[in-house]
């Protein structure tokens, strides 16, 4: 079986040219002798010579099923590819510092594990964006609430038109349309770093430009 038809068999005809290019490297395909031999042989070969064609040989017969894991825990195609591949690449240091009596096992534990711990770097991920929202909200919103002041309210208008469009455009949808970081780099094409810097020195440059206008 060549290497496209085995990969089209576990992933569709839809699969990246990154996850075709990760099975031809690392020999993910069929081929004898090693068709014949166990997972036990495999296994022990490999750890005894660090053969990587040995490691290809043997994560080609599970891996449909790390990639089906993958996407029961991840969702996306396209994240499950990924994971899929950096599973594989883990697998080197890994099995060196465990003593694996069935190898479908401990990497079905391995794959389940490699998922979560994707899932919890998420969800920290987003409580740290929420957690810096509110710090930023907090000590920002009272200055652009306007709650029916004329003057207030004609100085933001009046300084929202002098910030650089790039920071206009971050601090409007931050703080009036509530967007997330995430929503901006979708909206606007900008990476997130500069997301977050658009906002904080828009929210600086506001700051000044309204309290200067309210004494003036």
């Not at 031999?37 to 490999?46: G, N, R, V």
């Not at 703080?175 to 810097?197: H, P």
């Amino acid at each position: 079986m060549n290497k496209i038809c085995f990969i089209h068999r576990c992933f569709g005809k839809g699969n990246s040219i990154k996850f075709l290019y990760f099975c031809k490297k690392n020999h993910l395909n069929i081929k004898r002798p090693y068709i014949q031999w166990s997972d036990d042989e495999l296994l022990k070969q490999f750890i005894q010579t660090s053969n990587q064609e040995l490691l290809g040989q043997l994560y080609s017969r599970y891996v449909s099923l790390v990639y089906g894991i993958c996407l029961k825990y991840l969702h996306q195609v396209e994240d499950a590819e990924d994971a899929a591949i950096n599973i594989y690449e883990e697998l080197t240091r890994k099995i060196q510092n465990y003593q694996i009596e069935n190898f479908k096992t401990w990497l079905y534990s391995v794959a389940k594990n490699h998922c979560l711990q994707i899932l919890r770097k998420e969800k920290n991920t987003v409580f740290e964006e929420i957690d810096t929202r509110i710090m930023e909200s907090d000590e920002f919103e009272h200055l652009i609430d306007v709650n029916d002041d004329k003057e207030k309210e004609d100085a933001l208008n009046y300084c929202l038109d002098t910030l650089p469009e790039e920071q206009r455009q971050c601090v409007v949808y931050f703080y009036y349309e509530d967007f997330s970081y995430a929503d901006i780099v979708d909206k606007t094409g900008f990476v997130l770093s500069k997301v977050k810097s658009y906002i904080q020195n828009g929210k600086r440059n506001l700051k000044i430009c309204i309290l200067k206008k309210m004494k003036s």
